[in-house]
Nanobody, 123 residues
Framework: QVHVVESGGGLVEAGGSLRLSCAAS????????MGWFRQAPGKEREFVAA????????YYADSVKGRFTISRDNAKNTVYLQMNSLKPEDTAVYYC????????????????WGQGTQVTVSS
């Protein structure tokens, strides 16, 4: 059985930093893409960033480019999201996601979802 578990959310002031972690278990994920989505109150879930281990490709949403960094430890089936220069508009529930490729993830075709972790940025 596959499990995807996020951690690291919390409350931070604008301009601060947080690091999210996501550990996946239950199968081998080295050929999959892993990444992050977020959903703010009253808004649709949106793509944030993803990493494709097999090609080394990384992709970010324009809204987080230059502020967020995704990294991955394939040996641990773990993906991280380092979030710097946080803004109030980054407040959302952040979901870890696993999909076949970055392209399919960007189209919201996700094989496995985590339960989500709350990130709140105060102004």
């Amino acid at each position: 059985q596959v499990h995807v578990v996020e951690s690291g959310g919390g409350l931070v002031e604008a301009g601060g930093s947080l690091r999210l972690s996501c550990a996946a278990s239950g199968r081998t994920f080295s050929s999959y893409a892993m990444g992050w989505f977020r959903q703010a109150p009253g808004k649709e879930r949106e793509f944030v960033a993803a990493s494709e281990w097999s090609t080394g490709t990384i992709y970010y949403a324009d809204s987080v480019k230059g502020r967020f960094t995704i990294s991955r430890d394939n040996a641990k089936n773990t993906v991280y999201l380092q979030m710097n220069s946080l803004k109030p508009e980054d407040t959302a529930v952040y979901y870890c996601a696993v999909g076949l490729t970055i392209a399919t993830m960007y189209d919201s075709r996700i094989d496995y979802w985590g339960q989500g972790t709350q990130v709140t940025v105060s102004s």
